[in-house]
């Protein structure tokens, strides 16, 4: 671990989910997963002996609520930022963690290239130093915090399709072959595969090569769990 490496604690209470969010901070350049733990009694615990630099913080933990902690943080001085990551949508809620300086809002279940953005765009905005000259230039500090505008999907490709053909593989937990999701989206073959790659492209899916009795071998795909609900958008 090299000394410029942001130290990132996972506070998750679902073990997998936990795992998988410690993986995917490993895979980004410049962040280092130092724990996963399943509670705030945990967390309090690993900040008083491992320095933190940034919490990836659930707000529903089994013993009190995300933000509550953060403020306590706040109160007692504590350095480390915070990005919330949750299933909870309520504008309140994202108010309120604003307020508090949480540096941003993920929702779950996402996929990996959502979370690196984010952690990228953190990183942006923690190596700016200095005394700013004027305005601009801490206009520009602060927009690299911003998520940015959805991503174009490559040409030919429409969201609506997207989200359909997403919706397809996260109800077949055995996965899909290109045939499979032509048929049951009304799709050409030739069209199911286009998008079905494109979900592996993006961290959404994966393939695996499938060997029947004579032939090549065809293609399954299979949605993984991490992976974020309305994919044209992320």
């Not at 969010?21 to 997963?33: K, W």
């Amino acid at each position: 671990m090299s000394a410029g490496e942001v130290r990132v604690l996972v506070v998750e209470d679902d073990p997998v989910a936990a795992d998988a969010h410690a993986l995917y901070v490993g895979r980004v350049p410049g962040f280092t997963a130092v724990g996963a733990v399943h509670s705030l009694a945990e967390a309090t615990r690993f900040l008083e002996r491992t320095r933190v630099d940034l919490l990836l913080l659930d707000l529903g933990l089994p013993d009190g609520h995300g933000l509550r902690f953060a403020r306590g943080l706040r109160a007692a001085g504590h350095p480390v930022d915070v990005i919330v990551v949750t299933s909870a949508r309520d504008l309140a809620v994202v108010r309120e963690s604003v307020s508090l300086g949480v540096v941003q809002y993920v929702l779950k279940p996402f996929a990996f290239p959502t979370l690196r953005e984010r952690l990228l765009r953190y990183a942006e905005f923690r190596q700016a130093a200095g005394e700013a000259a004027g305005q601009d230039d801490v206009d520009r500090a602060m927009a690299a915090l911003r998520a940015p505008r959805p991503a174009e999907l490559p040409k030919g490709l429409s969201a609506p399709t997207l989200d359909r053909v997403a919706a397809l593989l996260r109800a077949a937990p055995e996965g899909l072959t290109s045939a499979g999701a032509a048929e049951a989206a009304g799709i050409s073959r030739i069209t199911a595969r286009r998008y079905l790659e494109h979900l592996v492209d993006t961290g959404r899916a994966d393939r695996t090569p499938r060997y029947g009795q004579v032939g090549r071998p065809e293609l399954h795909y299979r949605w993984l769990a991490a992976a974020t609900g309305s994919v044209s958008k992320v």
